[in-house]
């Protein structure tokens, strides 16, 4: 320990030396180095003679500093370079978990120095010319990220970093032609605009490379083909899925089932997949045609589980019936039904030689069967509650259960006997597999972890947390390097076993978020988003519960019922779907609209809803038979926003025709028009007492009209281009605002007002582009903003200030720069380009990057390739065979 010490000191100390140098003297010597072709930097700075020749270098360029201070500054340059050398920040991985404190420490002592960040950004520039300090260069770039350093536009040509991580590197129009990267972990970087000729990347780590998306509601089962190529999952979304375990890239979707899948299960030749279902049946698919091959009904409950026998020639299934069924797979016949268990078999596991089958049930018990005579072997008791999950080691001489006692027992199959109890899991455990080498026991539970466990010790090895909800279902990959979990937050993640690092993840937005809105308990804010999902958030820990996936195009607005109980979304696709919170299903889809449906708002009582639309119309609809009850038609433009009075006597809406209607709901009348706006009227809200309501234009002003007489009680300016969003606070007293203005310049703020005195309150500035939807919180305390820069923003309303993860836990958002943008590269196809993202998710970014030949590598070999075309990449050998 105290060496590490020591040893940490003096490199904080060595970094010390450099803080006096002339920053502008690092990018000359660079200069020099790179015209005079320099290979071994130090070898030349060591020799006088260079020395001085470097001096006069430095001198004739024009640089207005006295002799004697270059002679120092070079000195200086020389002497640090000799030290970290011979260091271990010039032979270990400072980005390893080993080296943390090291690097905390050091990042917090010169984080504040800008002599030392540009040394840091010479050392990794070195690397283009000395292979000596490639290691050095490549800690460099690593503390370079950690520190938020801004990256943007800068030439990285030919650098050369290896071991180390730049997660979340904000890479946005750099030049890296010629760069060579060899395992580094890129994960969430942003490459929009780069220039990328000839890289030579290899080795590549990345956790967005498997984005298992596709499942809009729990993964209840994976599953491993026998060759570890391909995963099966199985959903309450009714569907099975097949993906490609290297790209991450779904390859097929098994369709033919209405109800949901509970289990999923490969044959040992790969070729088929049962699974179990809600409708009581089990069905056997072909894998490679994706067509079902068989419907095995004899159960008379939901199918909980299934699994084939070594063989593949026999089936086993359990049931909510209390019942396990063996079935002939190449007959489809039900070969016995195995009775014992006096309530629900959740899970069934075949010994590795086929001659047993363990079973586990919600009456506490496990039990053994002997296969060929259809006899109850043996009953294992000690679990305290029910028994959730079984399964073999691959000697067969063990059995691992998982239980809702919160417990995983160890049993020796020949004695029945317990043999250890693992305790760890703080909630149920769902889900028990063993490593194919029978060292290593992965466990699932509702405390949302993964649990690693040595079989031999019954130690815990290591906790993956990640996942958001229920892990229900872990399955180790054939050569045990990958373990698959899934989840009821709808992901499916794959883990590194032996770095225990999340490979991948499915969450978030990846476009711009269109409209945000709080549930009435004020526990979960929904955003509907221009990526065409719906994402539901837990406000206190800033994690997506889950993701709604229906809609065929952007989704414009989403609106809570007032019971929290129904979610609407309105979309370009012209339909409104209503959502139930609890389950995520959706209720209904709404169709009458015959162009985009702009705004949707639940009436107080929740039984109508009133949508806006760019066909120029208003619709209302019964919330309960999902009928249209009327339709509104004096607009002469699009309706941008509806809005309900709290008595729900009266509708606002907003038009692109510049003026504000008010309607009698009940005799589906326009009561008045509201004139005054210059142009498009983008928003409407009323004040919680009903008298008020404020509207936000295309003229960049906010109006406040007397609901009563119609008249205009006050205008505020303030905004500097459109105002989008305006929301009431709960108490009435303060009115939000969101406007926009394109990158790089303008108003993307979001305003606070006094209504009272008509008085701006506050400026709330952050968001990158068009703030497009603002919404209180249920206590006024939070005020939630969606924008065009793809992020949702929260902000403390009383001290009116970002909520950052220094103040709440939201954890992996982007620190801010302020420079300004750059047009550096001449060779950038658009400037229309996310340059800073705000999110709490990874995200790897490459839209315009410019590719030209190289090579881009994972460490398991496969081609990033596809993955920078999904991104928006463009390769310029494909304009090439285009243009011939």
Known sequence: MQSSFQQKEVLTDIFAQVKDVEEQIFGVILEIFRKE?????????????????????????????????????????????????????????????????????????????????????????????????????????????????DLRNKNFQKIRIKNTELVEANFVRCNLSGSELDNVNISGINLNGAQLFNCKWKNIRIHELNILDGHFSYVNSVCFSPDGATLASGSLDKSIRLWDVKSGQQMAKLDGQKHNVRSVCFSPDGNTLASGNDDNS????????????????????????????????????????????????NTGQQKAKLDGHTSIVQSVCFSPDGNTLASGSDDNSIRLWDVQTKKNKAKLDGHDNWVISVCFSPDGNTLASGSLDQSISLWDVKTGQQKAKLDGH???????????????????????????????????????????SIVQSVCFSPDRNTLASGSHDMSIRLWDVKTQQQQAQLDGHTNDVNSVCFSPDGNTLASGSADQSICLWDVKSGQQKAKLDNHTTDVNSVCFSTDGNTLASSSEDNSICLWDFKSGQQKAQLDGHTNDVNSVCFSPDGNTLASGSADQSICLWDVKSGQQKAKLNNHTNDVNSVCFSPDGNTLASGSHDKSIRLWDVKTEQQKAQLNGHTHYVYSVCFSPDGNTLASGSHDKSIRLWDVKTGQQKA?????????????????????????????????????????????????????????????????????????????????????????????????????QFKAPLSQNNPLSLSNNITIIRISQTLLFQAQGALIFKGDFINYQGYDLRQLFKSKGSCFLEDLKEQQI
């Open 715 to 815: 205008q505020l300016d303030g905004h500097t281009n459109d105002v989008y969003q305006v929301c009431f606070s709960p108490d009435g007293n303060t009115l939000a605002s969101g406007g926009g203005n394109q990158f790089g310049g303008g108003d993307c703020s979001i305003r606070l007002w006094d209504i009272k005195t008509g008085q701006q309150k506050a400026k709330l500035d952050g968001h990158t582009n068009y703030v497009y939807s603002v919404c209180f919180s249920p206590d006024g305390n939070t005020l939630a903003s969606g924008s065009c820069d793809q992020s949702i923003r929260l902000w403390d309303v009383q001290n009116v200030k970002e909520i950052t993860s220094a103040d709440k836990n939201y954890s992996n958002i982007l620190a």
């Open 426 to 468: 703080t909630s149920t455990v769902n889900s028990v597999c063993f490593s194919p080498d029978g060292n290593t026991l992965a466990s699932g539970s509702h405390d949302k972890s993964i649990r690693l466990w040595d079989v031999k010790t019954g130690l815990q090895k290591a906790k993956l947390d990640g996942h958001t």
């Open 282 to 329: 089990i069905r056997l698919w072909d894998v490679k045609s994706g067509q079902q091959k068989a419907k095995l009904d004899g159960h008379s409950e939901t199918v909980c589980s299934v699994c084939f026998s070594p063989d593949g020639n026999a089936l086993a299934s359990s049931s909510d019936d209390n019942s396990i069924r063996l079935w002939d797979v």
């Open 37 to 149: 072709k320099i290979q071994d930097c130090i070898q030349y700075l060591s020799d006088k003679g260079n020395q001085r020749h470097l001096e006069q270098q430095i001198l004739q360029r024009g640089v207005n500093y006295k002799q004697y201070d270059v002679r120092n500054n070079v000195k200086q340059i020389t002497n640090v370079l000799k030290k970290l050398k011979d260091h271990d920040f010039n032979n270990k991985n400072y980005s390893s978990e080993l080296n943390y404190l090291s690097s905390s420490s050091l990042i917090n002592s010169i984080k504040y120095n800008k002599q030392i960040i540009e040394f840091l950004v010479f050392l990794v520039q070195l690397t283009s010319l000395d292979t000596i300090l490639i290691q050095c260069g490549s800690n460099s770039l690593y503390l370079l990220v950690q520190i938020k350093v």
